[in-house]
């Protein structure tokens, strides 16, 4: 179990361009999540995989945003026409639901920093 | 709808000194609630949860945290602070069909002084 990984660590970019980020679960976890915290607030769900489904979105993620998880693995979101308003930390967490709803657990990554200049 | 609101962006305590970390939540649903914990540069750790039966729960590292559906609360305790437990902690509540989908609240920092 090496956790949940993400890269980059820190993005720094313009604002305008795009940007991808790519989350790898935890091994055999069918279940994916992006978050998004800006400074002083807590992580904010943008969106859920189970397995290659997206099976929840919120109205957060603006047209810009897109994720993707094509092979029910590793995920990416894409952000395009970057805004400043995007800078934030980009979370991803990862888990394996067990028969009971609630049994399921978290992990989380490091995130992705997110700075548009 | 879900939230939840914590009270006290910061709270400072002496090594040794009791740790109250406030969350009051808002649920349509009969709530699930849970504690994180986020150190510097590291990912979100899970401390505790209440899911169904006793209301009173205890996590790592010697955290503890009572819901009381009365009071719409479940605050965060720990009789001794020690020098480790200085971070971010971040109260969330979930619908429960799927616990993953959680609201946060804005945190509390916990600072502890020698």
């Known amino acids: 179990d090496t956790g949940v990984s993400q890269d980059p660590r820190h993005k720094i970019t313009k604002r305008g361009q795009n940007v991808t980020f790519r989350c790898d679960p935890i091994?055999?976890?069918?279940?994916l999540y992006w978050y998004r915290q800006t400074l002083g607030q807590g992580p904010e769900f943008l969106t859920y995989f189970q397995n290659e489904a997206q099976l929840e979105k919120s109205r957060l993620l603006s047209d810009r945003f897109s994720a993707e998880r094509p092979k029910g693995s590793f995920s990416t979101l894409e952000i395009q026409r970057t805004e400043q308003g995007d800078s934030a930390m980009y979370l991803c967490?990862?888990?394996?639901?067990?028969?009971?709803?609630?049994?399921?657990?978290?992990?989380f990554g490091s995130g992705t920093q997110l700075s548009v200049l | 709808a879900q939230s939840v609101t914590q009270l006290g962006s910061h709270v400072s305590v002496s090594e040794g000194a009791l740790v109250l970390l406030r969350c009051n939540y808002s649920s349509s649903v009969p709530p699930y609630l849970f504690w994180y914990v986020q150190y510097p540069n590291q990912g979100l750790q899970l401390l505790l949860k209440y899911t169904t039966g006793a209301t009173l729960v205890k996590g790592i590292n010697g955290f503890e945290a009572e819901f009381k559906k009365s009071e719409t609360s479940f605050h965060l305790t720990k009789p001794s602070a020690h020098m480790s437990d200085a971070a971010e902690y971040f109260c969330a509540v979930s619908r429960g069909s799927t616990l993953g989908r959680l609201y946060f609240g804005r945190g509390t920092q916990l600072t502890v002084w020698p």
């Open positions: 091994s055999e976890h069918n279940r």
């Open positions: 967490a990862s888990s394996l639901p067990g028969r009971a709803d609630n049994n399921e657990k978290l992990f």
